[in-house]
C-alpha cells in the first residue's frame, strides 16, 4: 500500500488526481442509481401514506357497516387485556370499535437528572444552564444554600421554570424537563469548570434521557412523545403502562349511536373518503420534469402516469356511486340521502370537486328523521353478492383487499423489492471501482517504477558516455 501513495514523483505527473478524475468518471452511473432509488423511496412512502387513509376510510366505512353502529341501546364499553401494560378508555361519543392488538417496546419519557441522595452546600457562586431542545435558561446560585434552596430557585425563575421542574426527593435534587419525549431532552452545566461546579459537588447527573414510546397496533409501528395516545383511534384514548413481550389485545364496543352520532359517523366517511381522494388527486397531477439536472427535479412526480395509483380514486368514486342491489327501503344509493359525487376530470383542479363526495345537509337530515331504518340498510345491509353490500360493508371489504394482500401492499412491495434492488447495483458498482481504483493504482505504481529505473539506467549511461568522452584521445587523453 505504501507505494501506491506515491503522486508522481518519477514522472512528474499527479496521479492521485488523475486517478481520482478516472474513477469519477467511471462513477457517473452510480448517481442516477441513487436519484432512482431515492425516487423509489419516495414512490414506497407515498403509498404508505394512501395505505395510511384508506386505513381510516375503512375505519369509518367498517363502523357504518357494522349492526352494532345502528342498535338504539348507545351502551359503549372498552376493555384491555393487561391495563398495566395498555390501558384503554372511550374519550368521545364516536369511538373506533373492534380489537387491537398493541405490543409496546419502549415507553415514552421525560429527560432526568438527579444529584447524589445528600449533596452538600453549594461551594461557590456559579450560573446554572439549561436546554431543552433550541431553548436556553439559566439560574445563579449562591455559595453556602442547601439543595432544598437551589430547588425553589430554579422554580421560582420564570426561564428555567418554563423549561424544567426541580424537586427534592428523599433528600436528592430532582431536575426534570417539562417537555415530553426525545424532543424534550434535557442538557445541563455550570459556568464553573474547576471542583465547586455544583453538578459535580452535588453529583448531579442524567439519571434519564427524553424517549418517545415505540409500540405496534396490530403490527403497523408508531412513535409518540406520550404514552397516551389519543390520535390513532377515533374517540379512543390507549395508555401505555409498560413493555410488553406480547401484543396485549384490547376491545373497543362502540354501541349504538343517536341519529346526530349516525349523522356524525356518515359526515366522518366522507371526510375519510374525501382525504383519500384529495391525496391521491394531488400527487397525480404533480408533473415529472423532463432531463432532470439534479435530485429534486427527479424526485418531482413520483406518482405521475401511474395508473395504478390514480385508478384508486376512479374505483372509489364507482363504488360510491353504484346502488345497493336488492334492498328494501327507500334509499339504493348515497345520491338519495344527499352525497354525490362530483365530476370525474381525471386531473386535480381546487375550482372542482374532482370526484369527492358533496353532502346535501338538509337532504340528509330529512332522510334520516324520515327513514332510518333505510339509511341503516343503505350502509349495512348483509347481501349475498358484493353489489347487495351495503356501502360501509363494500367499502369496508374491498378496501380492506386493496390494502392487504392487494394494489396498495403490492405496491408497497413493490417499491421496497426496486429499492434493494438499486441498493444492490449501487454496492456492486462501488465493488467495481474499488477494484478499479486499485488496478489503477498498481498500473501507475508500476509505471513510476519503471520510469525510475530508466532514469537510473539513462544516468548510468550519461555517467559512462561522459567517462567514455573524457578518456578519448579526441579529449586529450591518453
Known amino acids: 500500500m505504501g507505494m ?187 459556568n464553573r469548570n474547576n471542583a465547586n461546579n455544583y453538578l459535580t459537588t452535588a453529583g448531579i447527573t442524567k439519571a434519564q434521557a427524553g424517549q418517545d414510546a415505540q409500540f405496534t397496533v396490530n403490527g403497523a409501528s408508531f412513535s409518540r412523545s406520550t404514552n397516551e395516545i389519543t390520535d390513532l383511534l377515533d374517540d379512543v384514548t390507549l395508555t401505555l403502562g409498560g413493555v410488553s413481550v406480547n401484543p396485549v389485545t384490547v376491545t373497543v364496543d362502540g354501541g349504538g349511536l343517536s341519529q346526530q352520532g349516525i349523522k356524525d359517523s356518515i359526515l366522518d366517511f366522507v371526510d375519510k373518503y374525501n382525504a383519500v381522494i384529495d391525496f391521491i388527486n394531488t400527487r397525480s397531477a404533480e408533473k415529472r420534469v423532463p432531463n432532470a439536472s439534479n435530485l429534486q427535479e427527479f424526485l418531482k412526480g413520483p406518482m405521475a402516469s401511474d395508473r395504478g395509483f390514480s385508478g384508486i380514486a376512479s374505483d372509489l368514486r364507482r363504488w360510491a356511486s353504484d346502488v345497493v342491489a336488492g334492498v328494501g327501503g327507500s334509499f339504493t344509493n348515497l345520491a338519495d340521502i344527499g352525497i354525490s359525487t362530483g365530476a370525474s376530470t381525471g386531473v386535480y383542479d381546487p375550482s372542482n370537486t374532482g370526484g369527492r363526495l358533496v353532502v346535501d345537509m338538509a337532504k340528509l337530515d330529512a332522510a334520516l328523521g324520515s327513514d332510518m331504518a333505510s339509511v341503516q340498510a343503505l350502509f349495512s345491509s348483509n347481501g349475498a353478492t358484493l353489489a347487495e353490500e351495503g356501502i360501509g360493508r363494500r367499502f369496508g371489504t374491498l378496501v380492506g383487499q386493496m390494502r392487504t394482500g392487494g394494489r396498495i401492499d403490492a405496491s408497497m412491495q413493490g417499491a421496497s423489492r426496486q429499492m434493494e434492488q438499486m441498493q444492490d447495483a449501487i454496492d456492486r458498482l462501488d465493488f467495481r471501482l474499488e477494484r478499479r481504483r486499485a488496478m489503477y493504482e498498481r498500473q501507475f505504481a508500476a509505471m513510476e517504477t519503471l520510469l525510475g529505473q530508466l532514469q537510473s539506467q539513462s544516468a548510468w549511461l550519461d555517467g559512462q558516455i561522459s567517462s567514455l568522452m573524457q578518456s578519448s584521445p579526441l579529449q586529450g587523453g591518453r
Open 4 to 190: 501506491f501513495s506515491i503522486s508522481g514523483l518519477g514522472s512528474g505527473i499527479d496521479t492521485r488526481s488523475l486517478i481520482n478524475e478516472l474513477i469519477q468518471a467511471e462513477a457517473r452511473p452510480k448517481t442516477r442509481l441513487e436519484w432512482r432509488r431515492q425516487l423509489w423511496d419516495v414512490r414506497r412512502s407515498t403509498w404508505s401514506d394512501l395505505n395510511t387513509r384508506m386505513g381510516s376510510l375503512k375505519g369509518a366505512a367498517d363502523r357504518l357497516g357494522s349492526i352494532t353502529t345502528w342498535t338504539s341501546s348507545g351502551v359503549t364499553s372498552a376493555s384491555s387485556a393487561n391495563p398495566a401494560k395498555v390501558d384503554v378508555a372511550i374519550t368521545g361519543p364516536n369511538p373506533e370499535s373492534g380489537s387491537f392488538d398493541v405490543q409496546v417496546s419502549q415507553l415514552a419519557a421525560n429527560a432526568r437528572w438527579e444529584s447524589s441522595p445528600t449533596p452538600g452546600l453549594v461551594a461557590q457562586n456559579q450560573t446554572l444552564f439549561f436546554q431543552v431542545g433550541g431553548a436556553t435558561a439559566q439560574v445563579g446560585i449562591t455559595a453556602g444554600r442547601d439543595v432544598d434552596w437551589v430547588a425553589n430557585r430554579i422554580n421560582s425563575n420564570a426561564a428555567v421554570s418554563a423549561l424544567v421542574t426541580a424537586s427534592v426527593e428523599d433528600g436528592a435534587l430532582v431536575i426534570r424537563s417539562n417537555s415530553e419525549g426525545a424532543a424534550g431532552d434535557l442538557t445541563m452545566w455550570s
